[in-house]
């Protein structure tokens, strides 16, 4: 936490409790997705305060802070509740477009990425070429004016209700593999589009396959030169790896297993004081405490100028199995209740289930979706792949 300037803290912290509405953050604390209006409605709202991308320089609308000061500003909106912020728009594309970007390309994008006027999916995963992106298939012809795109992504997260894809192609056969990619930028209204939704175990619409049949996009969304979308990629994968350990939110939800746990009667008084569960939760405890020391670490080497390292990897790791080991916890904690789960407790806005209380009744459904962190942005066995080859092991 900030203790240079617990004023900061206590600012957002204010902030937050009054401007979100209390229906988004129940819905975050019971973890289920807020919808997209809700997430607008948000994210508008810290954009009229000045804060809508605080990673951003300041000439596109950022605050100015260091990485020290963005990390506390996300660990609070977690903690208290706020949907995460768009991700693929705002931390992955826009990072991207900056650097590699033209100047029509920011002035068109940057704007309706920070009000969440246009809203992003990233067509990057193939069913043949996940942890081997660098294979896929997905290729773009140059036609005339425009370029021609055939083939069929996989996993896209959100493209059911994204008006864009940033998408990573094939734009020479000729080239070695990672040299013939580039990444363009697909309007999602664009004849040609079929998206056809994966429903995950959770019951939750939240994946898509995404088909591409003879899609026409204008020549010039693309991003830098035909070919460089390979080093445009890695960019964009390490700024995914180092936003996902997710600290606020692991805290926010220990805490939520500790008030659970409180209410859970045993024989000889809650599940709290239990000294078996006691030992868990306090190993979850020290976990988490180890992570964010060496986030922080990792972020006070960034605000002295250096690049993230393997630290980036090994936060990604750990982070993603804590996330799952916490809602492993709430499930055993929640005991026979935690079985009932009704994926529909929420759709019609009451929040209620025949099953339980809304507590129990999503908790099933965060547990199964929780398996994913393990999966997306590189699945950890890579991270472990990548960790080994810089430690030279
Ligand atoms: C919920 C969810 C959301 C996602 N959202 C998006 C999205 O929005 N956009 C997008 O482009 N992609 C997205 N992905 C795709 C994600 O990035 C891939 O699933 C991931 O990179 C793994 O690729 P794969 O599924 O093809 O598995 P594979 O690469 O086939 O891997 C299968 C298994 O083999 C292991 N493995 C593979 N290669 C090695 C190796 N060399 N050494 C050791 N183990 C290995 C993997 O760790 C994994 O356990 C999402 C995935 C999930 C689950």
Not at 41 to 52: D, E, N, P, S, Y
Not at 346 to 363: F, M, R, V
């Amino acid at each position: 936490m900030d203790l240079e300037n617990p004023a900061f803290v206590e600012e957002v912290r204010a902030f937050t409790r009054d401007t979100l509405p209390e229906t988004t953050r129940a819905k975050v604390l019971n973890g289920k997705l807020p919808d997209r209006d809700e997430r607008t409605f948000w994210q508008r709202a810290l954009v009229a305060k000045g804060w809508g991308a605080p990673a951003w320089p300041v000439a596109f609308g950022g605050t100015g802070w260091d990485v020290v000061r963005r990390h506390v500003f996300d660990e609070i909106l977690a903690e208290e509740g706020a949907p995460n912020p768009p991700v693929f728009g705002m931390g992955m594309l826009a990072p991207v477009l900056m650097k590699f970007g033209s100047d029509a390309q920011k002035a068109r994008f940057l704007p309706r990425i920070l009000t969440m006027e246009d809203f992003w999916c990233q067509g990057f995963s193939e069913p043949e070429a996940g942890s081997d992106l660098a294979s896929l298939k997905t290729r773009a012809e140059r036609d005339g004016d425009h370029w021609r795109i055939n083939g069929h992504k996989i996993w896209t997260t959100l493209a059911h209700v994204a008006d864009w894809m940033f998408a990573l192609v094939r734009t020479s056969q000729e080239d070695a593999k990672q040299k013939g990619l580039s990444i363009v930028l697909i309007d999602m209204r664009t004849p040609g589009i079929t998206v056809r939704p994966i429903i995950t175990m959770d019951g939750e619409h939240e994946v898509n396959e995404v088909f591409l049949d003879d899609v026409r996009i204008p020549a010039g969304n693309i991003i830098g030169e035909p070919g460089q979308g390979w080093t445009q990629a890695r960019y964009l994968l390490s700024l995914e790896r180092t936003g996902i350990a997710r600290i606020g939110q692991s805290k926010r939800e220990i805490a939520r297993l500790k008030a659970f746990a409180a209410r859970q009667r045993t024989p000889s008084g809650s599940l709290l004081e239990d000294s078996q569960f006691a030992r868990r939760i306090a190993r979850l405890e020290i976990a988490l405490l180890a992570l964010e020391l060496t986030t922080l670490r990792m972020l006070g080497a960034m605000k002295a100028g250096d690049a993230p390292g393997p630290e980036a990897n090994l936060l990604k790791i750990r982070g993603s199995e804590l996330q799952q080991a916490i809602t492993e916890a709430m499930l055993d904690a929640a005991g026979l209740h935690g079985f009932a789960y009704d994926p529909h407790a929420w759709s019609d806005g009451t929040h209620e289930s025949p099953y339980g209380a809304p507590e129990t009744s999503a908790l099933a459904g965060a547990y199964f979706n929780t398996r994913k962190v393990s999966i997306y942005g590189g699945s950890n066995e890579i991270q472990r792949n990548i960790l080994a080859r810089t430690l030279g092991l």
